[in-house]
């Protein structure tokens, strides 16, 4: 992921190629992901509303959905529920991104709509857009048990939705 930061965004940003051109947020994740080694149609899941896109990256598996009048206090309960891995993460009806938790950390990796730099980046959570959401959509991908033989037998990733929505 690093190739990507400083790459631009745009709202219909839909660059392949990191560094060149620009990208908006759901393009960013799905590209990103393919790029991982995800065999997955990065059109398709980049055009979904956040909540399908969600669905889709779950295959079935639980998406958390917390309201709460303070991202502070939903940051304070990821602490404890959540394992230190890379999460999905859709912000409201708005905004996405990747969720990253490590050694107690949490750094939101997404395509910056918001200036000075509107660009790829990882920004300390607290420090980040996601601070002013009210409504926060979470799937797993380390722990997402199917992703993870996709990713591994290289098989298409059936982009459908389905899941759980768990509030």
Known sequence: MPHWFGTYWTF???TETPGQGDIAC???VSTTLLHSGLNLN???LAQQSLVNEALML???DTVRVMRRDSAAKVLAIWRTQ???GLYFLGLDYGHVGLLLKQSGGWYFIHSNY???????QIQRAEES?????PVFYVADITFNRRLMEYWLSGEKVPLEIKGIQLE
């Open 82 to 84: 959540l394992r230190d």
């Open 26 to 28: 759901g393009y960013f």
């Open 58 to 60: 779950s295959l079935g």
């Open 129 to 133: 857009v996601l601070m002013g959401f």
């Open 12 to 14: 219909s940003g839909h």
């Open 114 to 120: 918001m200036g000075p730099e509107v660009e790829v």
């Open 42 to 44: 990065r059109y398709r």
